[in-house]
């Protein structure tokens, strides 16, 4: 019985175990060679070019692939297999309501005796004995043969065969099921001959009254027969001698222990190339090259690389081509004509991310992943959003291709704290890669406060996300009424709902780059959606945000705050005419999207695209930003066009749209703003370009 349990069991479990100072080195064995020499060249794993059309059939494609069929058919055994078992437990059913009138409980054993008529030899199922009473048998042949179907009882032998009943219809393709289960049957019958034998006088008997009781009548295999199993086995297991062989029963233990550890045991460390050719499914890749052929009509290139520098690199537009390194593949497309196809390339890239699998190793024995105290700019925060911002040369394509999204950088602060190895670990392409890492590169960045271990300077890792984003608005988006935004009517029926700029896409990618998912949310595992409402101005602007349905924990808060700073939306339409309504603005809370907090990882950085320019421009070194008055400019109000608006919308206004700013001393300021002047005004006014 335990046999088959173990069989299940074992390869369940896993083992670990640590292969990795192997005796004989793998580097020596052929396939190892094989594998180091053809990575000498490039390994293209396929080749996609321009789509070509091939009609070969009209008829329509099989759904079903070999492995389903094999599947269907393993059902339907199964099925009959069922239905056998059933039919069987139908007969027991039938047999005893045939001879229940004259069944006889035996309080002596707890069983009942059922005649059977001679329909079906004796046997025993569970507590029932089905007795052939048409047999001539002497009271003591007839005694041993009850004493041999009560051991069955006893000993519970109905259950074993159920089990194995079971196990035989769920892996009838297996012969050792079926081999396992007939040595059942025959222990069974050997158990229970020993019993009888150890109780009966006259022990010559015993063996003359099996040879002289044939099969007849009905077989059912899930009963324990006296005469089903082999007759001459039994005659020989009788004349056995009794003394147990404990060599042979104390062999099972060790046994035992080999064929665990050679199914469970589980190498911990393997080699990095085995690792990653594993893990790449060609067949995946190139479904999807496939599929997004169907929109795209550009030439595709994929090849392995033995060892990569970036967890993901995206290369600019060049001569219509664009290269990427995703993990252990690379990816080369030709053929891009235009804009459109550059971004369709870039959303291609996008899905093929998924199939990336791929960690960093660094050689550093004395890099320190969990410092005592993180790494700082030597100055501030600041000196490295300036750096950036000043130095960073914002590609044209990009701010056409209206990117907005995320760099994610990773780089060594030495014991010097110097910047070393930047690599990326999320990329962009349209040359926002190549010129996060031209600047982190470049020696006239800031240097850090190096981590401290113990007191002591250590070399860290530090992550850092740039953020980029092109969203602006000029004066014809924020308007120029001098209607105040509380005076403007509300419509509730319109020609045109408002929506967000730039589409639902970069609404979602707004809310997933700037959400600060509360401590208190994550703590508490609370998450859902937060439903706001909102007046959408003629502007764009998002006014008078309320909760309707909350979730708490200091989601809600966030949620209005993601709303309120948005940029302006493209407003509602009446008559072709922006007009003001109210909305329902869904937010969702999610925490399987929320990474685990990284320690290595420091305050984003958040560069604006109105600072396009097509050269790199050249680097300057890093200054104080200016300071207006003692105030700081995140608290100052400000009011374009005479609306209040928010600093993060400022800082995103084309400085060409700029005709006048005037800055408002706190006296001026009280009489024209007496609920905003405590730490400044500031106006600005936009010209109509």
Same mark, same amino acid.
């Given at each position: 019985?335990?046999?088959?349990?173990?069989?299940?069991?074992?390869?369940?479990?896993?083992?670990?175990?640590?292969?990795?100072?192997?005796?004989?080195?793998?580097?020596?064995?052929?396939?190892?060679?094989?594998?180091?020499?053809?990575?000498?060249?490039?390994?293209?794993?396929?080749?996609?070019?321009?789509?070509?059309?091939?009609?070969?059939?009209?008829?329509?494609?099989? +759904?079903?692939?070999?492995?389903?069929?094999?599947?269907?058919?393993?059902?339907?055994?199964?099925?009959?297999?069922?239905?056998?078992?059933?039919?069987?437990?139908?007969?027991?059913?039938?047999?005893?309501?045939?001879?229940?009138?004259?069944?006889?409980?035996?309080?002596?054993?707890?069983?009942?005796?059922?005649?059977?008529?001679?329909?079906?030899?004796?046997?025993?199922?569970?507590?029932?004995?089905?007795?052939?009473?048409?047999?001539?048998?002497?009271?003591?042949?007839?005694?041993?043969?009850?004493?041999?179907?009560?051991?069955?009882?006893?000993?519970?032998?109905?259950?074993?065969?159920?089990?194995?009943?079971?196990?035989?219809?769920?892996?009838?393709?297996?012969?050792?099921?079926?081999?396992?289960?007939?040595?059942?049957?025959?222990?069974?019958?050997?158990?229970?001959?020993?019993?009888?034998?150890?109780?009966?006088?006259?022990?010559?008997?015993?063996?003359?009254?099996?040879?002289?009781?044939?099969?007849?009548?009905?077989?059912?295999?899930?009963?324990?027969?006296?005469?089903?199993?082999?007759?001459?086995?039994?005659?020989?297991?009788?004349?056995?001698?009794?003394?147990?062989?404990?060599?042979?029963?104390?062999?099972?233990?060790?046994?035992?222990?080999?064929?665990?550890? +050679?199914?469970?045991?589980?190498?911990?460390?393997?080699?990095? +190339?085995?690792?990653?050719?594993?893990?790449?499914?060609?067949?995946?890749?190139?479904?999807?090259?496939?599929?997004?052929?169907?929109?795209?009509?550009?030439?595709?290139?994929?090849?392995?690389?033995?060892?990569?520098?970036?967890?993901?690199?995206?290369?600019?537009?060049?001569?219509?081509?664009?290269?990427?390194?995703?993990?252990?593949?690379?990816?080369?497309?030709?053929?891009?004509?235009?804009?459109?196809?550059?971004?369709?390339?870039?959303?291609?890239?996008?899905?093929?991310?998924?199939?990336?699998?791929?960690?960093?190793?660094?050689?550093?024995?004395?890099?320190?992943?969990?410092?005592?105290?993180?790494?700082?700019?030597?100055?501030?925060?600041?000196?490295?959003?300036?750096?950036?911002?000043?130095?960073?040369?914002?590609?044209?394509?990009?701010?056409?291709?209206?990117?907005?999204?995320?760099?994610?950088?990773?780089?060594?602060?030495?014991?010097?704290?110097?910047?070393?190895?930047?690599?990326?670990?999320?990329?962009?392409?349209?040359?926002?890669?190549?010129?996060?890492?031209?600047?982190?590169?470049?020696?006239?960045?800031?240097?850090?406060?190096?981590?401290?271990?113990?007191?002591?300077?250590?070399?860290?890792?530090?992550?850092?996300?740039?953020?980029?984003?092109?969203?602006?608005?000029?004066?014809?988006?924020?308007?120029?009424?001098?209607?105040?935004?509380?005076?403007?009517?509300?419509?509730?029926?319109?020609?045109?709902?408002?929506?967000?700029?730039?589409?639902?896409?970069?609404?979602?990618?707004?809310?997933?780059?700037?959400?600060?998912?509360?401590?208190?949310?994550?703590?508490?595992?609370?998450?859902?959606?937060?439903?706001?409402?909102?007046?959408?101005?003629?502007?764009?602007?998002?006014?008078?945000?309320?909760?309707?349905?909350?979730?708490?924990?200091?989601?809600?808060?966030?949620?209005?705050?993601?709303?309120?700073?948005?940029?302006?939306?493209?407003?509602?339409?009446?008559?072709?005419?922006?007009?003001?309504?109210?909305?329902?603005?869904?937010?969702?809370?999610?925490?399987?999207?929320?990474?685990?907090?990284?320690?290595?990882?420091?305050?984003?950085?958040?560069?604006?695209?109105?600072?396009?320019?097509?050269?790199?421009?050249?680097?300057?070194?890093?200054?104080?930003?200016?300071?207006?008055?003692?105030?700081?400019?995140?608290?100052?109000?400000?009011?374009?066009?005479?609306?209040?608006?928010?600093?993060?919308?400022?800082?995103?206004?084309?400085?060409?749209?700029?005709?006048?700013?005037?800055?408002?001393?706190?006296?001026?300021?009280?009489?024209?703003?007496?609920?905003?002047?405590?730490?400044?005004?500031?106006?600005?006014?936009?010209?109509?370009?």
């Amino acid at each position: 019985m335990v046999t088959p349990v173990l069989a299940l069991l074992f390869p369940l479990l896993k083992i670990p175990v640590d292969f990795s100072k192997p005796s004989i080195s793998l580097q020596n064995l052929e396939f190892m060679q094989a594998i180091h020499a053809s990575e000498q060249q490039e390994d293209v794993a396929a080749t996609f070019g321009l789509p070509e059309v091939l009609v070969e059939s009209t008829k329509l494609p099989i +759904l079903l692939e070999w492995g389903d069929y094999l599947l269907l058919a393993y059902l339907f055994i199964c099925t009959l297999l069922v239905i056998h078992l059933l039919w069987q437990l139908l007969q027991l059913r039938l047999l005893s309501e045939k001879g229940w009138y004259q069944t006889i409980y035996k309080l002596q054993g707890n069983y009942f005796l059922i005649p059977t008529f001679g329909m079906t030899p004796v046997f025993s199922f569970f507590d029932k004995i089905f007795w052939d009473d048409t047999q001539s048998l002497a009271p003591e042949e007839k005694e041993q043969i009850l004493n041999h179907e009560k051991e069955h009882i006893r000993q519970k032998h109905s259950w074993d065969m159920l089990f194995y009943q079971v196990l035989t219809i769920l892996f009838w393709f297996n012969p050792g099921i079926h081999l396992m289960r007939s040595a059942l049957i025959d222990t069974h019958e050997f158990s229970a001959d020993a019993k009888v034998l150890k109780n009966s006088m006259n022990k010559d008997l015993y063996p003359n009254l099996i040879v002289k009781i044939a099969f007849k009548g009905l077989d059912l295999p899930v009963g324990n027969h006296f005469i089903r199993s082999s007759t001459l086995k039994r005659i020989m297991m009788m004349k056995k001698s009794n003394r147990k062989n404990w060599v042979k029963l104390l062999m099972v233990i060790p046994l035992t222990g080999m064929l665990m550890a +050679l199914v469970s045991m589980k190498t911990t460390d393997q080699s990095p +190339l085995i690792n990653s050719l594993s893990s790449i499914n060609i067949k995946v890749i190139e479904n999807q090259i496939l599929q997004a052929r169907d929109t795209i009509q550009v030439g595709t290139r994929v090849f392995k690389i033995t060892n990569p520098k970036h967890y993901e690199y995206i290369s600019g537009l060049e001569n219509g081509k664009v290269s990427a390194q995703l993990g252990y593949l690379g990816y080369e497309f030709t053929d891009i004509d235009d804009h459109k196809e550059h971004k369709q390339v870039l959303e291609m890239i996008d899905v093929l991310k998924g199939n990336s699998h791929f960690a960093k190793n660094y050689s550093d024995p004395d890099l320190a992943i969990s410092p005592d105290q993180q790494p700082q700019p030597i100055s501030d925060q600041e000196s490295m959003v300036n750096f950036i911002s000043r130095n960073l040369s914002f590609p044209i394509i990009a701010r056409e291709l209206e990117a907005d999204g995320t760099v994610l950088v990773e780089f060594i602060v030495d014991r010097e704290g110097n910047i070393k190895s930047p690599i990326l670990k999320e990329s962009m392409g349209m040359g926002l890669d190549d010129e996060v890492l031209r600047l982190f590169n470049s020696k006239d960045i800031p240097k850090w406060k190096p981590a401290l271990k113990d007191g002591s300077p250590i070399s860290t890792l530090v992550e850092l996300p740039v953020v980029f984003e092109t969203r602006t608005f000029s004066a014809s988006q924020l308007g120029t009424s001098s209607i105040p935004p509380s005076r403007e009517p509300v419509i509730t029926e319109v020609d045109e709902i408002p929506y967000p700029n730039g589409g639902a896409k970069r609404w979602h990618n707004y809310i997933s780059s700037n959400m600060e998912y509360p401590m208190a949310a994550i703590n508490n595992k609370v998450e859902g959606t937060v439903y706001l409402s909102c007046i959408i101005g003629s502007t764009g602007i998002a006014r008078e945000v309320k909760v309707i349905s909350g979730i708490g924990a200091g989601a809600d808060e966030e949620a209005v705050r993601l709303l309120e700073q948005s940029l302006p939306w493209t407003p509602a339409k009446v008559n072709g005419k922006a007009v003001s309504t109210q909305i329902k603005v869904p937010i969702k809370f999610d925490l399987a999207k929320v990474s685990p907090p990284n320690p290595n990882r420091i305050k984003k950085i958040t560069v604006m695209g109105y600072s396009a320019k097509e050269e790199p421009a050249k680097l300057l070194k890093p200054k104080a930003a200016p300071a207006i008055g003692q105030n700081d400019l995140s608290k100052v109000t400000y009011y374009v066009n005479g609306r209040k608006t928010d600093l993060r919308d400022v800082q995103k206004i084309v400085p060409t749209t700029i005709e006048s700013i005037t800055v408002l001393n706190k006296i001026s300021a009280k009489a024209k703003y007496p609920n905003a002047y405590k730490d400044g005004v500031i106006e600005i006014a936009l010209n109509d370009q």
